[in-house]
């Protein structure tokens, strides 16, 4: 599914760490614009970890920890 601006959605909520930062990670092979939305407190430290490890950015004023949203792009 992808969102307004032509991002793929990846919904994890539900999942606890480190299965949002899996589902990004799997999305990411195929995109190159990803929301992922998430609600574990632990997400937003494992979806920066993984983006600094691959090289992804999280776009500046994309990134709302507070709902749970991140937008990563390559």
């Known amino acids: 599914?992808?969102?307004?601006?032509?991002?793929?959605?990846v919904d994890a909520r539900g999942m606890r760490?480190?299965?949002p930062a899996l589902?990004?990670?799997?999305?990411m092979r195929?995109?190159?614009d990803v929301l992922l939305?998430?609600?574990d407190p632990q997400a937003g430290r494992e979806v920066a970890?993984?983006?600094a490890e691959h090289g992804w950015r999280i776009a500046?004023?994309?990134?709302?920890p507070s709902e749970g949203r991140w937008?990563?792009?390559r």
């Open 1 to 9: 599914m992808a969102d307004e601006s032509g991002a793929l959605v």
């Open 23 to 27: 589902r990004l990670a799997r999305a």
């Open 37 to 39: 939305i998430a609600d």
């Open 30 to 32: 195929g995109a190159t």
């Open 60 to 64: 500046a004023g994309a990134a709302d």
């Open 17 to 19: 760490c480190p299965w």
């Open 49 to 51: 970890a993984l983006a």
């Open 71 to 73: 937008r990563v792009r």
